[in-house]
């Protein structure tokens, strides 16, 4: 009886469409949170029967992908809460000075937005803003934080208030964490019962197998998926890539925008004249297919989509052992890892791909199995609406 009403009710919640005013804290197809919030909301109105209006603090070049994935936006002026460790403490009560004000007149224009539009729920897609959950809280209706980021240990990052900071996100309904690592992290302050682990998702329609399994050409394609700040241990790879100089050939792919030192970096280590500037771009599974290896060599990583999205092309990874990482990456298995910070250990690690390339693709072919079966943004979407839908039931029950 109760399996017959449970499978009723969980259809008549498939049937019942929601709104979602979801606050996006950042306007560019290349940061990965605003990406996954992209495809979240894409899947959320195909599979979930749910629309959403996303909320942009500034104009930017994000606003094209929205277009182009049919998901509406508005634009309501508003700044992060969150500074650097080492910023100079005047600058950063100036600074404060000057943003909350305008932070104070974009929860009001929430508010009205939220009045106006009526949505079941209020989605902050990071950490770097709280004018979502103030506009919320005003308005009477729920609040999920969905925290994408370890801001201390991750990016060198902090809130402008810690403690006041934290205790605001512990009064939402719901914290959604996007690794179990992120949840350990926050569990600190936020109640058990509000905090829920939802691992992130990457898009599996867009990777495809590659026409070619990998380490089948004579000169490997080594992939570096971008992130060049001292967090992300690019350093490292240079000097494993150059220990390699010389035992084997290899081309290096470098992703994003490449700082104007990084150059000076290779030619120093002598792989400058093996190594191709990509620059920004919008086709990476793409480029993904023609690769071998790719690198996740981040300190410390909340999650990992560049990992995935090599897994998911099929490409072997070999990624720091550090973070959500562990939870992505089974070494020798799926994957392989390499002690973070020790560039010898790296060295070691691509020299035993390139010298047994049968166990790399096997690797590299589980890897894409496991991240198509439980990394995709299918499930994190469908997990995702089923929350929205519990908040719904809770707030019906209330009224």
Known sequence: MNTAYNSRKASEDANTRLRALVIATDNHPSSGAFLSMATLCKLLIRDQNVEPLVVLP???AGEKLLREMSISYVHIRSFSWVRSLGQNRMRSIIEQ???????????????????????SVVHTNTIYSYVGIRAAQRAGIPHIWHIRELLEVGQ?????????GEALIAQSDYVIAISDCVAREYARFVPP????????GVDETIYHQKAK????????KLFYGGGYDSTK????????????????????????DVPSNIPNKLRAARILENTHLLGYRNDVPSLLNNMDISFCTSAFEAFGRKTVEGMMAGVLVIAADTGATLELVQHGKTGLLYRQ???????????????????????AQNGRQYALGHLTATRNASEIAALYRTISRIKENLV
Not at 100 to 119: D, E, G, S
Not at 156 to 164: E, I, Q
Not at 341 to 356: H, P, Q, W
């Open 193 to 200: 019962e509000r905090l829920i682990t939802i691992l992130n």
């Open 97 to 119: 000075m000057v943003k909350r004000p305008i932070n104070a007149l974009a929860i009001w224009r929430i508010r009205r937005l939220i009045q106006h539009w009526k949505p």
């Open 58 to 60: 500034r104009s930017g």
């Open 341 to 363: 910070g020790n560039a010898g250990d790296l060295s070691k690690m691509i020299l035993e791909s390139l010298n047994y390339p049968e166990k790399s693709r096997l690797i």
């Open 233 to 256: 241990g690019f350093d490292e790879l240079i000097t494993a890539l150059e220990k390699l100089k010389g035992l084997h050939s290899f081309e290096l792919f470098l992703l994003g």
């Open 213 to 220: 399994l990998v380490l089948e050409s004579d000169v490997p």
């Open 156 to 164: 060198g990052k902090t809130l402008w208030n810690t403690y006041r």
